[in-house]
């Protein structure tokens, strides 16, 4: 009996098996295809707001073009105010699960980072905290509160928050809200 070739003859390839074959690549790619009228999955990971309340974004991420040009490498978070200095809404919680890399001064500010394991990386500032490197943190834990520094935000206190996956700065709230744009579809 001979060998079975290999190869493709012309013609040989109908829709259905064309089908089964790209059915069976996304599956194994691990993106098969959502079943009709099923929500889209969430962004991942999925980690907390390091304010709480829900802050308002006083200034989004904005990188630079080139790793050596200035830009905005995170996001500066405005906090609810209060009557109370030092409350709650000076309060900085870990977004998720990590262990402190860094907490010191640089240049003029109070800074804590986070490894989160994965790559994943956050910074914050202008933070004074308790916690040493080493420390490890849990997802809600109080990391440290907002130092008030005049001239990083130009109304009031806020806090900067910078996520690095390796050495690339990503946008941060891309791990707390959905950044997917939405897409209208017709009714019929």
């Known amino acids: 009996m001979a060998p079975r070739s290999h190869t493709l003859e012309a013609g040989s390839m109908t829709l259905p098996k064309i089908a089964h074959l790209l059915l069976a690549a996304a599956v194994l790619a691990g993106s098969a295809p959502a079943a009709p009228g099923a929500a889209p999955a969430p962004a991942q990971p999925r980690w907390d707001w390091p304010l709480s309340p829900k802050p308002k974004v006083a200034q989004p991420?904005?990188?630079?073009?080139?790793?050596?040009?200035?830009?905005?490498?995170?996001?500066?978070?405005?906090?609810?105010?209060?009557?109370?200095?030092?409350?709650?809404?000076?309060?900085?919680?870990?977004?998720a699960d990590?262990?402190?890399?860094?907490?010191?001064?640089?240049?003029?500010?109070?800074?804590?980072?986070?490894?989160?394991?994965?790559?994943?990386?956050?910074?914050?500032?202008?933070v004074a905290s308790e916690l040493q490197q080493g420390d490890p943190v849990a997802k809600g834990q109080v990391i440290g509160t907002i130092e008030d520094i005049a001239g990083h935000c130009p109304a009031a206190k806020c806090l900067h928050w910078g996520v690095r996956r390796g050495d690339d700065y990503v946008n941060p709230l891309a791990f707390v809200q959905d950044l997917r744009p939405s897409i209208l579809l017709p009714l019929d």
């Open 61 to 95: 991420f904005d990188p630079p073009d080139k790793p050596w040009l200035s830009g905005h490498r995170g996001v500066d978070l405005a906090p609810e105010s209060s009557s109370t200095p030092g409350k709650a809404d000076s309060q900085v919680f870990a977004p």
């Open 98 to 126: 990590g262990v402190v890399t860094f907490a010191g001064v640089v240049v003029d500010r109070q800074v804590i980072t986070i490894d989160h394991g994965g790559g994943l990386r956050s910074s914050f500032e202008p």
